[in-house]
């Protein structure tokens, strides 16, 4: 007989008048577990002689976590044919009916990992152990044109590299000028400024990125004595 297992209900799935062989010998299972209530009629939609329980029959194998019952013993009626209508929490799945209903990947190729496509089913990733590398594998140290490791000596260099380093600029820091204090710069982009001083023109041309400086005004005077 094929069973279609029913989910898990806490209030209970109806079973409405499950035929059944009384067999007085021993145990009887239902066709669902779980088994909140049952009565048991000798007609179909409780007609006849109702059985009673504890006279004609004992339901077992009491489950105390659900509070259910998973079989029924008789104890009258031999060989009779009765109806059981009862209410169940559902079924204890077996092995093979998970398995049955497991989702498969259909087609698959032996030794291929499962994958999910974008639904959640299960696919066939065509990705296989062989395509990825071992924990022990190893690469040549990195070049400027092929990549790889890094090198112990690569690593030693860059660990030299300073916090907030940049390339060269090739820029001067301080202004020097003998028998005067240094200028220094105050930050990566300060400025300098030229002051012109007495008779001093200063001109900037920012197209030829030239200063010019020129001496204007005042009159010449000889600083040489007669020869």
């Not at 002689?49 to 659900?66: K, P």
């Not at 079989?71 to 079924?91: A, E, M, P, Q, R």
């Amino acid at each position: 007989m094929s069973v279609t297992y029913l989910n898990y209900n806490a209030s209970g799935t109806e079973i409405i008048d499950e035929a059944l062989v009384i067999n007085t010998a021993g145990s009887q299972q239902l066709v669902h577990d779980h088994v909140i209530s049952i009565e048991v009629w000798t007609g179909e939609g409780k007609t006849g002689s109702q059985l009673i329980a504890s006279t004609d029959y004992v339901l077992g194998d009491y489950d105390s976590f659900y509070k259910t019952y998973n079989s029924i013993t008789f104890l009258t009626h031999n060989g009779d044919t009765v109806y059981c209508t009862y209410l169940t929490k559902g079924d204890k799945n077996s092995a093979d009916d998970v398995n049955s209903k497991a989702d498969k990947v259909a087609s698959p190729t032996a030794g291929n990992f499962a994958g999910l496509d974008a639904n959640g089913n299960l696919t066939d990733s065509t990705s296989k152990a062989a395509d990825f590398a071992t924990s022990g594998h190893v690469h040549s140290a990195a070049t400027t044109a092929v990549a790889g490791f890094m090198s112990a000596a690569d690593k030693t260099k860059l660990d030299g590299v300073a916090d907030g380093a940049e390339v060269n600029q090739n820029a001067f820091s301080t202004i020097a000028v003998s028998g005067q204090s240094n200028v220094a710069a105050d930050s990566k982009t300060d400025t300098l400024t030229f002051v012109a001083g007495t008779n001093i023109t200063i001109t900037t041309d920012a197209g030829a990125g030239s200063i010019t400086i020129n001496a204007s005004g005042g009159t010449a005077s000889s600083d040489f004595g007669a020869l």
